[in-house]
């Protein structure tokens, strides 16, 4: 059981360390938007997160989402709904659809998709790149020294416009080396969007120029078993 006390005191918490974060960097607080990652999460554990003010969430499946967002969405519909997770081309349709940003574009055959889907729904999620920083091979994203020719390809072969970029870094390294890469090639680009820092290290993504950062743990606690 979640306890809704303990999650609007740890949602409190979050915030109120962002904005010291944020501060603490010359930084403006309302720069940095707080993604609260409930997956696993049943919806009457995120009820209590939406009634303190929280309007953005992330989710790692489709499937899991599809089940739980629609009825939520439905009384409050001013929530922005962000997939953080892998995604399979064969899902794009649904997630286009569902999601309001889709964090995890990292291959042609998903820009394909995903462009063929918002050209039919007429449906335009903000896309983000993964970067894969550690280059760790079990993990999805863009290898850094790529991500230069597949912007390119985005743009030029299947007409997206991309927004940002998103990393996971390896869990054993420093994460600000990472995120400083991260950084730079936005930089490069132009990219408005860093999505970088979880619960154990988004004071550092903040550092870095995180404009959001995805906190589960922090705010829901230890995740939930798959049912």
Known sequence: MIDPQTV?????????????????????PADVALI??????????????IAAGQRRFGENYVQEARAKWPALRAQHPDVELHLIGP???????EAVELFDVIHTLDRPSLAAALAKEIARAS????????????EEPQKGGVAPGAVDAFLADC????GLMVSGLMCIPPPEDPPSAHFGL?????????????SMGMSADY??????????VRVGS??????????
Not at 87 to 93: G, I
Not at 123 to 134: A, D, E, I, K, M
Not at 155 to 158: D, E, M, P, R, Y
Not at 219 to 225: E, L, V
């Open 123 to 134: 449906r335009h999620p903000t896309l983000l790149v993964q970067v894969n920083t550690g």
């Open 87 to 93: 995604l399979q081309s064969n899902k794009a349709r």
């Open 218 to 227: 922090a705010i829901f606690g230890a995740r939930q078993p798959k049912a």
């Open 36 to 49: 609260a990652v409930s997956k696993t999460i049943p919806a009457e554990g995120i009820v209590p997160a």
């Open 203 to 212: 004071p550092a993504a903040i550092q870095a120029g995180a404009t959001h």
């Open 155 to 158: 743009a030029g072969t299947h």
């Open 8 to 28: 609007t005191s740890n949602l409190a918490e979050v915030r109120d360390e962002i904005a010291r974060a944020a501060r603490d960097n010359e930084r403006d």
């Open 182 to 194: 991260l950084a730079a090639i936005a930089r490069r680009h132009a990219l408005p969007i860093l």
